[in-house]
């Protein structure tokens, strides 16, 4: 089974950290995403990257970016965390476009 | 700007019953509709895909019925069993930019009472 590691489940940040959200996908995928979950709104797309040191903007990128050094390594970076992301964090990676495997997502507090 | 409209947003269903979940979407351009299943504490998980060339694709207990000139879709969920309480996302997808992008409903959380 392809998997999607996050490295953290759950997160307590102060406001104005630095914030690094870490995944890992462990079967050669293309393409990694960085989505957002906020109740009522459902998943939205922050940044997504289609190769190694490649990455473009999704929906809301705004207060966020991305690295992808390595293939399998794709990190959401928040450069001053404010309390309005608050939410959950989801990686995803595919391969051939269709597939999408999610990881189990990274709960992030603000305060 | 909400390209794919999910509705309800929550949904109560007597175990036996039939779940229904309906979705539209504006952008014609979307050639292929998935439904994730999402579990407390676990990341979406695919559960059933239509192409737009299909009005109907049937997994097991589970259904989706396209409506192309509608532009909506719906997921029918046959004999619901409490395992199936979950949050479920339509979704729409296209080729833009560099990249197959998932574009997601808002979700529906379905509760189905023993």
């Known amino acids: 089974d392809v998997k999607v590691t996050q490295s953290s489940r759950y997160l307590v940040k102060r406001t104005g950290e630095k914030v690094f959200l870490e995944c890992v996908q462990d079967?050669?995928?293309?393409?990694m995403f960085w989505y957002r979950q906020d109740p009522g709104l459902g998943l939205r797309l922050i940044y997504f990257?289609?190769?190694?040191?490649?990455?473009e903007k999704g929906d809301i990128p705004e207060g966020y970016s991305v690295s992808r050094e390595k293939k399998e390594r794709f990190s959401l970076i928040l450069e001053s965390a404010s309390t309005n992301q608050t939410s959950m964090y989801l990686c995803?990676?595919?391969?051939?476009?269709?597939?999408?495997?999610f990881g189990s997502g990274t709960r992030l507090t603000v305060v | 700007q909400q390209q794919v409209k999910q509705s309800p947003q929550s949904l109560i269903v007597q175990k036996g019953g039939i779940s229904i979940i309906n979705c539209a979407y504006e952008n014609t351009a979307f050639d292929y509709f998935p439904w994730y299943q999402q579990f407390p504490g676990k990341g979406p998980a695919l559960l059933i895909a239509?192409?737009?060339?299909?009005s109907e694709k049937k997994e097991g207990r589970f259904t989706i019925s396209f409506n192309k000139s509608a532009k909506q879709f719906s997921l029918h969920i046959m004999d619901s069993q409490p395992g199936d309480s979950a949050t479920y996302f339509c979704a729409a997808t296209l080729f833009s930019g560099s990249a197959r992008q998932l574009t997601f409903g808002s979700g529906t959380q379905l509760t189905v009472l023993p």
């Open positions: 990257s289609y190769d190694v040191k490649m990455k």
């Open positions: 995803a990676s595919s391969f051939v476009d269709y597939g999408y495997t």
């Open positions: 079967m050669d995928h293309e393409n």
């Open positions: 239509i192409r737009p060339d299909v």
